[in-house]
């Protein structure tokens, strides 16, 4: 059970590239997340997925896209890749049930020069 | 709007001294509430959550309605303690998990 993986766990992108982000889960859970984290800014929600099929904003959506064609891969799309992206990426996912906990992966560190 | 606040970014105590770390909501509802803890460059872990009235590694957090706080305590900090402690609340009918900005911990030897 390895839990929620994500990858690459380091990438370095220039202005205007594209890349991305996969993050895939081994639990069969119902709902995933992205969120980048900004130091002092704590974790913002770019987007969310409800299950197979179903995704929807979160606080920080533009410049990003999701799809969600399984219940295990949630993968984050960068179209043109800008400064204000070097962040770190988590992807999380959690089980039905509002009272359940998330599990994170480990994280993408994203540098865009 | 559903608001988490923490309102020390840093905190430093000694070790074996207790620890306090603040969080208050905003919430309208009926709040479900977490305390995820960050150790240095690792993933985001699930400490505790206020429906489990739990003590995880010492820790505990009491959800008080009345002052919309959900507090996380120790009474005696340990090194291995040092780390970024997040906040969050889930909000309702959305699924979505809302965090505070973070309090980093630091224990002193």
């Known amino acids: 059970n390895a839990g929620v993986t994500q990858t690459p766990k380091f990438r370095i992108l220039k202005i205007g590239q594209s890349m991305t982000l996969q993050c895939t889960q081994d639990?069969?859970?119902?709902?995933m997340y992205w969120y980048r984290q900004d130091p002092g800014m704590g974790l913002k929600l770019i987007y969310y997925s409800v299950g197979a099929g179903i995704t929807d904003k979160g606080e920080v959506p533009n410049g990003y896209n999701v799809s969600r064609s399984t219940t295990e891969d949630f993968p984050l799309r960068l179209e043109l890749a800008a400064p204000s992206q070097t962040s770190v990426y988590f992807c999380a996912s959690r089980p039905r049930g509002r009272s359940n906990g998330y599990t994170f992966g480990s994280g993408t560190r994203l540098t865009v020069v | 709007a559903q608001r988490v606040t923490q309102p020390e970014k840093l905190l430093s105590v000694f070790k074996g001294a207790p620890v306090e770390l603040k969080c208050n909501y905003s919430y309208s509802g009926s709040p479900e509430l977490f305390w995820y803890v960050q150790y240095s460059r690792q993933r985001l872990q699930l400490l505790l959550r206020?429906?489990s009235r739990e003590s995880i590694k010492g820790f505990t957090a009491d959800l008080n309605k009345g002052e919309t706080s959900f507090h996380l305590k120790k009474p005696f900090a340990q090194e291995e303690d040092s780390a970024m402690y997040y906040c969050a609340l889930v909000q309702g009918g959305s699924e979505k998990l809302v965090f505070g900005k973070g309090t980093k911990l630091t224990v002193n030897p």
């Open positions: 639990m069969n859970h119902n709902y």
């Open positions: 206020h429906i």
